[in-house]
């Protein structure tokens, strides 16, 4: 019976592993080999006096990350890692690989990015890359325990729609039989109408497509969002709720990921809540006099600017009270003050890792607003139906999941965080 | 502070609340009303003599399915739901609902299956339909639980992808920049990959995508799946942890949606595993003595069949050892008998839920039996190439979500299993 590398202690005895080759140093009357699982890396020592002969024959033949099997008696010795090392009895060759490899497991030869994700099934065998992904799983499941816990509801909403969330720019149109279709922009609408269905709280985590031509470093064409809505809560509730939410996927990854943060070698700390609050006007003050650019009130913020507003305030924080020219229609303006809305961001100094709202939930000023973005309100009937049969109150936020990721890791490129990215020019592997 | 309406008990004193206006009684003297929020009903009991005048003004006004919010004392009363009644003091219209309703949420009026997608919205307002939905989240969170416990990373694989997994046909193209893409049918190519990448347990769920002209009860063209990859592990491994796994979401529901069953009136019981396995040239056999229609070895299972080898071996059964010619080309054929391969079928009499096998990880055999399939092994590259440097032995299954759904609650038709669903002829709403 094969165990897990990181199970294998002197205690043991016997044991047997499944891996692949990650190192072969051939000294003579001695090799080693490093052999690797997805819990660790362990010595397999051969004394060429005492080997069978099998069992020689074997590891001679053995290429770097060949998938092998090893059973053997597990020794206790200082220098190898985990302070032991297995001599083999039996050492079979399970699948071999081919040399030369197309890209360096062990990170002797830097590689670009664009190597590493043509061949990303290698890449991320290594400790560091494959790092990433625990941490991506671990949130993503994080994510279900804490909404869960709180009495959200997951739901699945279609990817495959008619209308566009936004107007109709930035959409990968589909040819869906007979009918025009796109992709999902977001799941904004359809968690809305989840609220006139009286379900209350909701989340998704799924996949969102935005058929933006820009290709950065914090862009995705595909991404993953995490999308909450909550019905009889306002903009400052679920602020509160997004907050004690990114606190505890941190908690989470710091309690059940430490080796994968110790081969990340990332400083990692839990923030702390609550963010502070800044409201958009002030924020314009700290952009105009910390950047040359002109910028004034009613402009959005670009790079430059949360980058300067980042520097003064630190980690996670929200910008809130935005221009309601600036934000989408469904954002709820002020009623003392229509001209600016309960729409926030949460920031990280490096970029914005939320947008949300209370949302507009009256069917005529909705119309007003929609129309106010110079959208045809006809093309949102499907939407704008539930507003006239009791919509709640209700608001929300979705969260790019590859951007938290990508902030909590100190990721240099969006696309670290996604096994297979798809961008301006990307769509294999 | 509004309350859930199933918190309200006699020994609050007093509570606030707030929900839909379920049904509306006048009795002259007394106006009874029923409010509904997602966690139960309560009657709101109007005593004209002794009501505000406020309240009185707003009770006659209000429509059903408006949106309200309660406040007042709570009295023990037997005749009502949940053996009390809230009397109030003040009563707030907070979202109007037009009259008529496009669906009658009571469902003294029944409406066919189209009206209620229509108006889907209303139609999950009713707790019959709400309910459905309230498994549906259990499963798939008790879903992330019992793999991540188990030690499974979850994975997000693309949906915008420029090869099809089994061949050409049953894809949605999309204008993808200036590239030619599709919508991923199954995540089948990508999981097996992430076994090369040596993660050796993963599972995603998530939404595939179908361009199947069939427009049936079982068939849906935006579907979710449950996919699962082990490496290291046969089609006998993933069997027995897919019928854990049925058996736990069973558990989980019959456990946390006591209310939702009850709701729905179905009779609900844990299936016990082990699941017998039967073997397909069994299942011929099986079918063949039961229909009138022609049958015989290398045939695909037809609805008939399947319906007739149901009756036969009741609910959740394997059907195993496929001839390797009506099976995908990574289905593992027997070493001993390449003309059956490791692939399985899990059924319900009325369908079938999954299907999985060992896939073939050599190189080499896998090249013949994609040409086997008449399809050209260069398209597949990007999938090959990790064949080519260390991949493990694996297996693996994909489930659909919504059937599982569908033969957990007895839905005489999948749509119902889908909050937006998507078919031939419907991307609305």
Redesign the interface.
């Given at each position: 019976m094969?165990i897990p590398i990181s199970d294998v202690t002197p205690e043991c005895g016997r044991a047997e592993i499944?891996?692949?080759?990650h190192e072969v140093r051939d000294l003579g009357g001695l090799t080693f080999l490093l052999i690797?699982?997805?819990t660790g890396i362990i010595q397999v020592t051969i004394v060429k006096k005492k080997a069978p002969a099998e069992v020689l024959e074997a590891v001679k033949a053995v290429s770097r990350?060949?998938?092998v099997r090893v059973a053997g008696t597990v020794k206790a010795i200082d220098k190898a890692p985990g302070g032991r090392e297995l001599n083999p009895e039996t050492f079979a060759i399970?699948?071999?690989?081919?040399s030369p490899?197309?890209l360096d497991v062990v990170e002797k030869v830097p590689a670009d990015l664009d190597t590493r994700l043509d061949?990303?099934?290698?890449d991320?065998?290594k400790p560091r890359v494959?790092a990433v992904?625990?941490v991506?799983?671990t949130v993503?499941?994080a994510t279900?325990?804490f909404l869960?816990q709180r009495g959200f509801?997951?739901?699945?909403?279609?990817?495959?729609?008619?209308?566009a969330t936004e107007g109709g720019t930035e959409l990968?149109?589909?040819?869906?039989?007979e009918?025009e279709?796109f992709?999902n922009q977001s799941p904004q609408l359809?968690k809305q109408?989840?609220m006139?269905?009286?379900?209350?709280k909701v989340f998704e985590v799924?996949?969102i497509?935005r058929?933006e031509?820009h290709n950065t470093v914090r862009h995705l064409?595909?991404a993953?969002s995490i999308d909450v809505e909550v019905s009889?809560a306002d903009h400052n509730d679920v602020m509160v709720l997004l907050e004690d939410l990114v606190r505890h996927l941190y908690a989470a990854v710091d309690e059940r990921c430490s080796d994968a943060i110790a081969d990340l070698g990332v400083e990692f700390e839990v923030p702390k809540t609550p963010f502070p609050r800044l409201p958009y006007a002030e924020a314009i003050e700290i952009a105009a006099a910390r950047i040359d650019e002109p910028i004034a009130y009613g402009d959005d913020l670009g790079t430059v600017s949360e980058k300067a507003i980042g520097e003064e305030m630190g980690e996670h924080y929200f910008i809130t009270d935005w221009p309601t020219e600036i934000k989408p229609y469904y954002a709820m303006p002020y009623e003392d003050d229509p001209a600016i809305c309960k729409a926030f961001d949460m920031m990280h100094p490096r970029m914005e890792l939320s947008s949300g709202a209370q949302r507009v939930?009256?069917h005529d000023l909705l119309v007003e607003q929609i129309a106010a973005k110079g959208l045809n309100p006809d093309g949102f009937e499907?939407?704008l139906?539930?507003f006239?049969?009791?919509?709640?109150?209700h608001a929300g936020w979705g969260m790019g999941?590859e951007r938290l990721i990508m902030t909590m890791l100190g990721l240099q490129n969006i696309r670290e965080a996604?096994?297979?990215p798809?961008d301006?020019h990307r769509?294999?592997?």
């Open positions: 094969r499944a891996g692949w080759v690797r699982d997805r990350e060949s998938v399970v699948s071999v690989a081919e490899l197309p061949a990303r099934f290698l991320v065998r494959a992904f625990k991506r799983s993503t499941s279900y325990d869960s509801f997951n739901i699945a909403t279609p990817k495959v729609v008619a209308a990968f149109p589909i040819a869906y039989f009918k279709a992709l359809y109408m989840m006139a269905a009286g379900f209350e799924g996949p497509f058929a031509e064409n595909e993953t009889f939930h009256q499907f939407y139906k539930p006239r049969y009791g919509m709640p109150p999941m996604v096994l297979f798809r301006r769509v294999v592997p």
